[in-house]
């Protein structure tokens, strides 16, 4: 099992950053790629970012350019810096690790981001 928790929520005013952190324990040697996903109220949980072991990245439409995922394989580590934060970026966001050869999804708790107007 692949245990993930993230850190860096909160509150912040529009155009403003955050930096989220994800930190994963248990059976590492499973991890592929990692990523975010969020989830607004009332939607369904959408792709942020995605990363491979390798350091390949890419990013959903609406946070191109504002945001950079990051990931310290010797830290066991996945980063989130986002900048420009708009209102439609409030949601929970979800840390994501995928095993490939077992076929798996792991989750995080999931930590609230809200960007007031």
């Known amino acids: 099992q692949v245990q993930l928790v993230e850190s860096g929520g909160g509150l912040v005013q529009a155009g403003g950053s955050l930096r989220l952190s994800c930190v994963a324990s248990g059976s590492i040697a499973r991890i592929d790629a990692m990523g975010w996903y969020r989830q607004a109220p009332g939607k369904q949980r959408e792709l942020v970012a995605r990363i491979t072991s390798g350091g390949s990245a890419n990013y959903g439409d609406s946070v191109k350019g504002r945001f950079t995922i990051s990931r310290d394989n010797a830290q066991n580590a996945m980063y989130l810096q986002m900048n420009s934060l708009k209102p439609e970026d409030t949601a929970v966001y979800y840390c994501?690790?995928?095993?490939?050869?077992?076929?798996?999804?792991?989750w995080g708790q999931g930590t609230q981001v809200t960007v007031s107007s």
């Open positions: 994501n690790a995928r095993s490939v050869t077992y076929s798996q999804d792991y």
